[in-house]
């Protein structure tokens, strides 16, 4: 399996304009997109520091994914995203060596990546998502 980078943290919020306050204002940070992406309910603002990506996640209905995860867990971080340049092939890996897949083909994310996530009983507790450009 080849992993290039981190390619983001996604973090959970109840509100990216609250946050924004956090990241922008006291750490200086700039947000450069913020968009909806439907099909998984959830708002998201995405920042860097460097060369890592911050993911701020606010979910757009109560039986969303994230909403369910603030309800259980509170704000905080929410999956670590890594960048593969052969998403199947990463997939079809992570499968061969026993992982739980919640996707098991890619779909469309935020920023028009392809995107896929392994499901956290499988990977130590952290929700694990692939992504790829291609």
């Known amino acids: ?17 609250e946050s924004l306050k956090y990241y922008e204002g006291v750490l200086g940070l700039k947000c450069y997109a913020i968009e909806e992406v439907t099909d998984q309910k959830v708002k998201t603002a995405f920042l860097k520091v460097g060369q890592t990506k911050l993911e701020l996640l606010e979910a757009l209905a109560e039986d969303s994914p994230v909403a369910k995860f603030i309800e259980k867990k509170g704000e905080g971080i929410h999956h670590l995203a890594f960048a593969t340049p052969d998403l199947p092939g990463a997939l079809k890996e992570a ?40």
């Open 1 to 17: 399996m080849e992993l290039t980078h981190i390619e983001h943290i996604g973090i959970a919020v109840k509100s990216i304009e």
């Open 95 to 134: 499968d061969e060596k026993g992982l739980r897949l919640i996707d098991a083909a890619p779909r469309k994310g935020a920023e028009g990546l392809n995107i896929a996530f392994l499901h956290p009983k499988s990977t130590g507790s952290v929700l694990t998502e692939f992504c790829s450009d291609k």
